[in-house]
């Protein structure tokens, strides 16, 4: 039968279609790219006035928060990690701030280190991705000496930085320094004394480990300032370049989905809970009435950002990323 040519056109479309689309259906599939499970390395990098600032992580750990607060009950715990998203135990950043002030390179806290599982000691590696190796790292100081935040400074007995000047408070230099209070500690503390110990080791046998006594000028633009609570000598870190403010908190706050809504809330490992939760609550007022960049040890990385009230608590305020050329 001669059909109409429009009709054999259509007809043609139409087994070419269901020919393709049986290709389609039918054709083996490729072989699927396996999931690479990393991510990129951890830095994060702002001016601040001359100054430059980078965020180094030294990774994530999953913290048991309900064992960990006190001052909340499990239901309102439950509540406010619920409605920021997160499961217990909490996923926590650990992260570390190097500051290159154009004639000196001071990194504030060095991580975890080995002492914390291997999730953690990602500060070294960082750094060298960030552009920077550890032989270029002038001063260290630290803002307390529990385990994580000191980790990175030596490995084995060899310090990690080895042209660097340690600095952190006499307070806790006296405490956590000290054979006597190791000796007496009980056992399920000893570990925080071992630590401290073991990481100022080789800086404490070089003399290349200083202490200060409180509110302290360090060098040009970075100054001590005396937050104690949390640890005997816990020290919070100001920042200055060209009339702009940075705020390295520390451990003035642990969990952000909690203690921003609550400041009264505390951690049960505070050496002084009253003291760390007046200090925890006047550093969010003065941050939130001056509106200056923050930089705490425990919010989600690169953990810099700005504080505002909101009802009777407060809310964080994630810097905006940018991509620096």
């Known amino acids: 039968m001669n059909s109409h040519p429009t009709v054999r056109s259509a007809l043609l479309a139409l087994i070419t279609a269901v020919t393709f689309c049986s290709f389609i259906v039918t054709a083996p599939a490729f072989a699927a790219a396996p999931q690479v499970k990393t991510s990129a390395p951890g830095y994060y990098r702002v001016m601040l006035g001359d100054f430059e600032v980078t ?3 030294d990774g994530t750990v999953p913290l048991p928060m309900d064992k960990i607060l006190a001052g909340i009950s499990p239901g309102d ?3 406010a990690i619920t409605r920021y998203h997160l499961t217990n135990p909490v996923d926590t950043s650990v992260n570390a701030y190097l500051i290159n002030t154009g004639d000196k390179l001071v990194l504030i806290d060095t991580g975890a280190g080995s002492f914390f599982g291997p999730t953690l000691g990602r500060l070294i590696p960082n750094l060298k991705a ?4 550890p032989e270029q790292v002038d001063e260290i100081y630290i803002t307390h000496m529990h385990g994580d935040h000191i980790g990175s400074l ?3 007995g060899v310090a990690n ?3 660097a000047t340690v600095r952190a408070d006499k307070r806790d230099a006296d405490y956590w320094l000290s054979q006597a209070n190791l000796d007496k500690a009980g056992a399920d503390s000893k570990d925080g004394f071992q630590h401290a110990i073991a990481a100022f080791q080789p800086y404490v046998a070089s003399g290349r480990f200083k202490t200060f006594d409180g509110n302290t000028d360090l060098v ?7 937050a104690h609570g949390h640890t005997p000598g816990h020290t919070i870190y100001l920042v200055e370049s060209k009339g702009k403010k940075l705020i390295l908190w520390g451990d003035l706050m642990h969990v952000a989905s909690v203690q921003f809504d609550n400041p009264n809330v505390a951690v049960h490992f505070d050496s002084d809970s009253k003291d760390a939760i007046a200090e925890r609550k006047k550093a969010y007022a003065t941050a939130a009435k001056e509106g ?6 425990h919010l989600s990385f690169p953990g810099l950002g700005y504080l505002r009230t909101e009802g009777k608590g407060y809310a964080w305020i994630p810097v905006n990323y940018l991509a620096l050329p």
Do not use: D, E, H
């Open 154 to 156: 030596s490995t084995n």
């Open 292 to 297: 200056y960049l923050i930089g705490s040890a």
């Open 55 to 57: 965020a180094l992580s």
């Open 77 to 79: 715990f439950n509540k």
């Open 130 to 133: 960030a552009g920077y190796q």
């Open 161 to 163: 930085f080895p042209n």
């Open 220 to 226: 040009p633009g970075v100054k001590a300032v005396a």
